[in-house]
T-cell receptor, first 114, second 108 residues
Framework: NAGVTQTPKFQVLKTGQSMTLQCAQD?????MSWYRQDPGMGLRLIHY???????DQGEVPNGYNVSRSTTEDFPLRLLSAAPSQTSVYFC?????????????FGPGTRLLVL | RKEVEQDPGPFNVPEGATVAFNCTYS??????FFWYRQDCRKEPKLLMS???SGNEDGRFTAQLNRASQYISLLIRDSKLSDSATYLC?????????FGTGTSLTVIP
């Protein structure tokens, strides 16, 4: 199993550009989520999905869109990048959100918005 | 008020020492609790779940006090390889809330 994969590893954007961060898992996990990690802020939940076709907002959803057309993929779209979106983005998945299931994280995408 | 609060440290301890980290959470409806470990510039990885009765995994002991909304992690006989940031994580409904992490450096 590859686990949770994320692409790209690094990205530099200009203000106003859009892009999609890719996330895929091959563990047949129902629950997937996106976090951003900023210094002194910890990981904050952007969006999550409890299964294909179902998405919901987390703590900091503004400026981001997600979709879940398949169980495996959960892309995160930045609609119009802003310097405040400079961060490290982690995708995570787990079998479910119940029963203390382990969340597995991807290696992260480091994004710089100029 | 933050959902999860942790002392950021840093904790600098000698090898062999015992060190304890604490965490508080604000929502009494939270149902699951975890400690994750994060190495520098890497992704978080599960260290252990935290059960109401307390649980141990080798040198690591986790405790939960639901009345005080308090979680702790005790590391005994610290190793150099324990140097990392330890994240307290709380599950409420369908969301996970992370503390800012506590930095630990174990010194030879």
């Amino acid at each position: 199993n590859a686990g949770v994969t994320q692409t790209p590893k690094f990205q530099v954007l200009k203000t106003g550009q859009s892009m999609t961060l890719q996330c895929a898992q091959d563990m047949n996990h129902e629950y997937m989520s996106w976090y951003r990690q900023d210094p002194g802020m910890g990981l904050r939940l952007i969006h999550y999905s409890v299964g294909a076709g179902i998405t919901d907002q987390g703590e900091v959803p503004n400026g981001y869109n997600v979709s879940r057309s398949t169980t495996e993929d959960f892309p995160l779209r930045l609609l119009s990048a802003a310097p405040s979106q400079t961060s490290v983005y982690f995708c995570a998945s787990s079998y479910s959100v119940a029963n203390r299931e382990t969340q597995y994280f991807g290696p992260g995408t480091r994004l710089l918005v100029l | 008020r933050k959902e999860v609060e942790q002392d950021p440290g840093p904790f600098n301890v000698p090898e062999g020492a015992t060190v304890a980290f604490n965490c508080t959470y604000s929502n009494s409806a939270s149902q699951s609790f975890f400690w994750y470990r994060q190495d520098c510039r890497k992704e978080p990885k599960l260290l252990m779940s935290v059960y109401s009765s307390g649980n141990e995994d080798g040198r690591f002991t986790a405790q939960l006090n639901r009345a005080s909304q308090y979680i702790s992690l005790l590391i005994r006989d610290s190793k150099l390889s324990d140097s990392a940031t330890y994240l307290c994580v709380v599950n409420t409904g369908n969301q996970f809330y992370f503390g800012t992490g506590t930095s630990l450096t174990v010194i030879p």
